[in-house]
């Protein structure tokens, strides 16, 4: 199967649909101006009822009557070039593949962690991500009390990558009592030089023409530049039990903090002075020392006295990106593209706390990681499966997970949002599958499409085959867009006898108006027949008759599905046949999710509340029951009052969960079995959108052992 690389077959079409658009656009963007100022976000209103003498009713008063006079000179050439355009969407491919090629100097690196290299015995682990971003024209997101599109399209791409390019970072406390060590201390390590790990406030290389992502590393061992002081604990004036980078008990003499001799390259030290003979890295008695702790070597268990980063009962995993050293022939790293494929860590997150300033547009500017805080939890021990024990970690995170690796993305719809956010992708994320779907009357199209599926999938694997299938059951306002199923094939690796490894990703966005239940359980039959016709059809590599089938190590269905299990009026699809095929890892059964389940769907009159304006706030709302009943909207109940704040009336479960991540557990290799490894609700998109986010990290085990 070819994968498209541009919108149409021949450079000629592309010439006429390029000049079609040229001619429409100036109508389009008049039109959108001219709605936008009708309907005002709560932002602006706010702003506007604090100084109700500003410019801005004067402004929408002077552009009202601007907009509509240049709409209307700007008709007849659009009315031309939409009879240009619309006949040629019949020959419009349903998506576009693009890949961005490493620079000269990642390309001397060697290749990617993330590339197609032999598949290891013991099996691997793989990160995905759903995200809904409602990137609609700006007129129409404002009905979501959204504004300003193409500044969130950049923005989201920002923080994405900016999150999943973090290390992993995973801290286990054996003794509940014993956590004395400072989370800051890793920042001090980081930023002071450590090798192996990089940096922790690691970012994408800056490319030419950037917006200037990176910052200066700070000479403060807890935190870099752009770090607030007040939160630190050497500028603010703590005393030395609540040094960040020794527990209470140890000399200051043996602190870098409170003693001046530095040397260069150690994490401790800084770039001028000579070894010290109280330093825990250069002195002889910590040669045996743990593996897992940063300045350690690698023989002896965790928990030495001599160690100034941890105490005992402390056990630390930082990874960073190990490069096969088989040559992959058809991946290397992008910018950003820097995280470890190889670990079965799972990362919990190295919290990271944003110094950004709001803007006129209302949107925190975060897209720098300032202050890396890592996440502490105790050690399972002998933990087995059982009703009351998921057996895997689930978290409210204020960023995406690091080293994600597979990300789908709804309601990508404008197609100026798309490409700016595709620029950003593009840095940490290789292939990308975007412009999904069809417009005009073009196949499934029994309604003109406005609008095409608003589906983007960004991988870090490379892409082998794709294909695109419209729902042809929309209704109302959704059948003006090309809702639909977008279905992929990704090689992970290559087995000892030459079988590609394989994973399959579908991606989809459902019906969206309430009560249309049967609309959606037809739109998720056909979900797994295009998918079981998808994977027969490339089970086998094309053109190779005798060649061996790809053997598949995971199959994952990602997207908003406009239901949730809770809601009573969503009774016929929480008993649909998917949920017998694939696992929902936040469910109990038809009507009952799991106690530690989260709604993803934010009401978005609070939008811009200073409580949840930012990443960090809004993950501390959420996990606050009081908070949740705030800002979260609640599956419909007959007594549910108009507006959801304030209310009284009791509530079920924690929120609409509308956003799903399913996966196969069996049945895709005889011996093999997946198993989730952690399950996130992600608040790093904050601001920029009405949903939460989530994440799934899957392990794939071959029942094989590592010879």
């Known amino acids: 199967m070819v994968l498209h690389t541009s919108p149409y077959p021949s450079a000629f079409l592309s010439f006429l649909s390029s000049l079609s658009w040229a001619l429409v656009f100036p109508c389009y963007w008049m039109l959108d ?7 005002a976000t709560s932002l602006e209103k706010r702003r506007h009822s604090q100084d109700p003498c500003s410019f801005l009713a004067l402004g929408v008063l002077i552009s009202t009557p601007l907009y509509l006079v240049l709409l209307l000179a700007s008709l007849p050439f659009a009315l031309l070039g939409f009879l240009l355009w619309a006949p040629l969407q019949a020959s419009r491919h349903p998506y576009i593949y693009s890949y961005r090629k490493p620079d000269a100097h990642r390309a001397e690196q060697g290749p990617s962690a993330a590339g197609s290299g032999e598949w290891r015995p013991q099996g691997r682990s793989f990160c995905f991500g759903s995200a809904n971003v409602c990137l609609l024209p700006d007129s129409l997101a404002r009905f979501n009390n959204l504004a300003d599109t193409q500044r969130r399209a950049r923005e989201v791409g920002k923080r994405i990558r900016n999150g999943a390019s973090r290390p992993q ?4 406390i054996d003794s509940p009592t014993n956590t004395s060590i400072s989370a800051a201390s890793f920042c001090s390590l980081a930023t002071q030089g450590f090798r192996r790990t990089s940096s922790l406030d690691q970012r994408p290389e800056p490319t030419t023409g950037s917006e200037g992502d990176s910052e200066p590393a700070s000479e403060c061992p807890v935190h870099p530049s752009g770090g607030s002081s007040s939160d630190c604990p050497i500028h603010n004036g ?21 003693n001046s001799q530095n040397i260069a390259e150690c994490p401790l030290h800084s770039s001028q002075e000579e070894p010290s003979p109280d330093c825990p890295v250069h002195h002889p008695g910590d040669l045996q020392a743990s593996g897992e702790c940063p300045v350690h070597s690698t023989t002896a268990g965790p928990g030495s006295d001599d160690c100034p980063l941890h105490p005992s009962g402390v056990q630390i995993s930082i990874t960073s990106p190990e490069p096969e050293t088989a040559e992959t022939k058809n991946h290397r790293p992008s910018e950003g593209d820097t995280g470890s494929l190889q670990s079965r860590t799972a990362s919990r997150e190295s919290l990271t706390r944003f110094h950004g300033t709001t803007d006129g547009g209302g949107i925190t500017s975060n897209n720098t990681l300032s202050q890396h805080r890592a ?3 105790k050690r399972p021990t002998g933990r087995k499966r059982r009703h009351g024990d998921d057996g895997f ?3 409210i995170s204020a960023f995406f997970p690091a080293n994600l690796d597979f990300l789908c993305l709804q309601e990508v719809f404008d197609r100026r949002a798309s490409e700016r956010l595709c620029r950003q992708l593009h840095r940490y994320f290789p292939y990308v599958l975007s412009d999904v779907g069809r417009y005009g009357w073009k196949g499934c199209c029994s309604r003109f499409k406005f609008l095409n599926s608003g589906l983007l999938l960004a991988s870090r694997y490379p892409i082998l085959d794709a294909h695109y299938e419209c729902y042809p059951n929309g209704r109302g306002e959704d059948a003006l867009a090309a809702k639909g199923a977008l279905y992929a094939k990704v090689q992970v690796g290559t087995s000892h006898q030459e079988q590609r490894v394989v994973g399959y990703i579908t991606c989809t966005h459902l019906h969206a108006i309430e009560g249309d239940a049967s609309v959606r359980c037809e739109q998720l039959d056909l979900l797994l027949e295009w998918g079981a016709e998808f994977r027969r059809a490339t089970s086998v590599p094309a053109g190779e008759e005798k060649a061996l089938e790809d053997q598949v190590a995971f199959d994952v269905i990602l997207g908003d599905l406009n239901f949730d299990n809770c809601s009573s009026e969503d009774k016929l699809e929480q008993q649909h046949a998917i949920f017998t095929q694939y696992r ?9 999710d799991k106690p530690w389940a989260l709604g993803t769907l934010l009401d978005t009159s609070g939008l811009y509340d200073e409580e949840v304006s930012s990443p960090e ?8 029951e009081e908070g949740r009943k705030e800002y979260l909207v609640f599956p419909a109940s007959k007594n549910q009052c108009p507006n959801q704040k304030g209310r009284k009336i009791p509530l079920k479960g924690n929120g609409r969960r509308i956003d799903y991540i399913l996966y196969k557990e069996e049945g895709l290799q005889p011996d093999w079995k997946v198993d989730i490894e952690e399950f996130s609700f992600i608040t790093q998109l904050a601001g920029l959108t009405d949903h939460l986010s989530v994440a799934a990290r899957l392990a794939v085990s071959t029942g094989e052992e590592e010879s």
């Not at 970072?169 to 286990?172: A, E, G, L, Q, R």
């Not at 703590?238 to 200051?252: F, I, K, M």
């Not at 929902?584 to 009952?592: A, F, H, I, N």
């Not at 706030?617 to 606050?624: F, H, I």
């Open 33 to 39: 101006r001219l709605l936008a100022s009708c309907v």
């Open 169 to 172: 970072i995973k801290i286990y």
């Open 238 to 258: 703590q005393n030395t039990s609540e040094c960040p980078v020794h527990p209470s008990g140890v000399t200051n003499s043996d602190c870098p903090v409170h």
């Open 375 to 377: 996440s502490f939890f």
């Open 393 to 395: 970690d689930h978290e």
């Open 584 to 592: 929902d890892p936040c469910r109990l059964g038809p009507g009952e």
């Open 617 to 624: 706030s809004l993950q501390k709302v959420m996990e606050n």
